[in-house]
T-cell receptor
Framework: GAVVSQHPSRVICKSGTSVKIECRSL??????MFWYRQFPKQSLMLMAT?????????EQGVEKDKFLINHASLTLSTLTVTSAHPEDSSFYIC??????????FGQGTRLTVV | AQSVAQPEDQVNVAEGNPLTVKCTYS??????LFWYVQYPNRGLQFLLK??????LVKGSYGFEAEFNKSQTSFHLKKPSALVSDSALYFC???????????FGGGTRVLVKP
């Protein structure tokens, strides 16, 4: 079946630094990847949609300069949280789809900014 | 605009009893409906989906869901719950397969032995 892998699963970084999260589709080519953020005990909030080779489309209220998304290949998208602050601490989840099929989710990344 | 409502924050059920997790949706066109399960500190695992066809959809781990167009509902069911079914369940809708999903708030299921 379709497998989406996220790395790292957990990361702790210091306030003011940047951290990169990778999302890979292991056995299919992902034309579109989605990035979600999940606060404790809350639902998933879509942050942005990225299509391979083009700029990401950010949802309203999401700072594109803070959350940099790169979808350079059909199997890899990255989310970089720049100048991280404690309020950026969250669970970040990516999903990927190929063409018109359903999306498959990564296992998530727990980011803690100290 | 599309939206999903899961009216129950938590559902408690005894092991072996039927489990139902409610979901209602709103979408402008034909809905594509999904159920996912999430275990602590993990991503989402796909359970089942409704695109078209039979209103009763069977999915993974013995779960099923019934699409009811008139009531705009897509409730998740399992005839006999297991303790291992304790998790967070999300209903989601999109207007086309593979388009961005809108998630409900989630329902925590607690199955007691």
């Amino acid at each position: 079946g379709a497998v989406v892998s996220q790395h790292p699963s957990r990361v702790i970084c210091k306030s003011g630094t940047s951290v990169k999260i990778e999302c890979r589709s292991l056995d299919f080519q992902a034309t579109t990847m989605f990035w979600y953020r999940q606060f404790p005990k809350q639902s998933l909030m879509l942050m942005a949609t990225s299509n391979e080779g083009s700029k990401a489309t950010y949802e309203q209220g999401v700072e594109k300069d803070k959350f940099l998304i790169n979808h350079a290949s059909l199997t890899l998208s990255t989310l970089t949280v720049t100048s991280a602050h404690p309020e950026d601490s969250s669970f970040y989840i990516c999903s990927a789809k190929q063409g018109g099929t359903e999306a498959f989710f990564g296992q998530g990344t727990r980011l803690t900014v100290v | 605009a599309q939206s999903v409502a899961q009216p129950e924050d938590q559902v408690n059920v005894a092991e072996g009893n039927p489990l139902t997790v409610k979901c209602t949706y709103s979408v402008s066109g034909n809905p594509y409906l999904f159920w996912y399960v999430q275990y602590p500190n993990r991503g989402l695992q796909f359970l089942l989906k409704y695109i078209t066809g039979d209103n009763l959809v069977k999915g993974s781990y013995g779960f099923e869901a019934e699409f009811n167009k008139s009531q705009t509902s897509f409730h998740l069911k399992k005839p006999s719950a297991l303790v291992s079914d304790s998790a967070l369940y999300f209903c989601a809708v999109s207007e086309a397969a593979g388009n961005k999903l809108t998630f409900g708030g989630g329902t925590r299921v607690l199955v007691k032995p």
